[in-house]
């Protein structure tokens, strides 16, 4: 098991350093791709409109007393529309970030 103190530190370090980034070099930064590479950042604006469009067409509908399912596994979360966005934002970023790394063939598929 991973210690929470550890990745919350390591996540406040990433989070400084980050700071100076806009969005686009942020998620370069962290996904490994080259830091001058702006030809992700159509794809990156793309990833963050899918998880407004997310909501709309396959979530909105469960946000009154449900508990909902996202992904094939049953990770199970709330109804509320904040935590709700941050989970699809939180499961779409993760995402980018493998498909980026297989992408540049630092992971396998």
Sequence with gaps: MTDVDEIER??????SELGNFNL???????????????????????????VVQLHAEHYAAFQKGNTIIVGRNPLR???????????IGFMQGATFVVAALQAQGRLEP
């Design 10 to 15: 390591r996540y406040k370090q990433l989070e």
């Design 24 to 50: 686009g070099q942020a998620i370069r930064f962290l996904a490994g791709l080259q830091a001058g590479d702006e030809r992700w950042d159509a794809v990156i604006q793309h990833e963050v409109r899918r």
């Design 77 to 87: 979360i709330s109804d509320s529309r904040d935590e709700l966005m941050a989970t």
